[in-house]
């Protein structure tokens, strides 16, 4: 499903704080008749990715794994439970 001006949208299937699923969209975002990256939490506000914020948002949720991974991600190996049709 692809939201107004959106391109090339994939949502991304996770839960949310209280274990209800929810989705992450990436994709590209027609605007000023220029494509710009974005994502956005379900139907919530549209967050642009510019290139160089891109980077810097890889390299904190790459750095934030290793940390959950080191800390107490490796006794989480059962995989979340995921809504029917997901």
Excluded: C, F, N
């Excluded at 699923?21 to 990256?37: H, K």
């Excluded at 160089?52 to 991600?73: F, I, N, P, V, Y």
Aim: hydrophobic residues 35%; glycine residues 10%.
């Amino acid at each position: 499903m692809h939201s107004t001006g959106w391109r090339y949208e994939q949502a991304i299937a996770t839960v949310d704080m209280a274990g209800q699923p929810t989705r992450v969209i990436v994709g590209l975002i027609e605007r000023d008749d220029r494509l710009s990256a974005a994502l956005r939490i379900e139907d919530g506000p549209t967050a642009l990715v510019p290139l160089e914020t891109g980077g810097e948002l890889l390299k904190a949720l790459r750095q934030t794994l290793e940390s959950w991974w080191k800390l107490d991600g490796h006794r989480d190996v059962a995989p979340e439970p995921r809504s029917p049709g997901r």
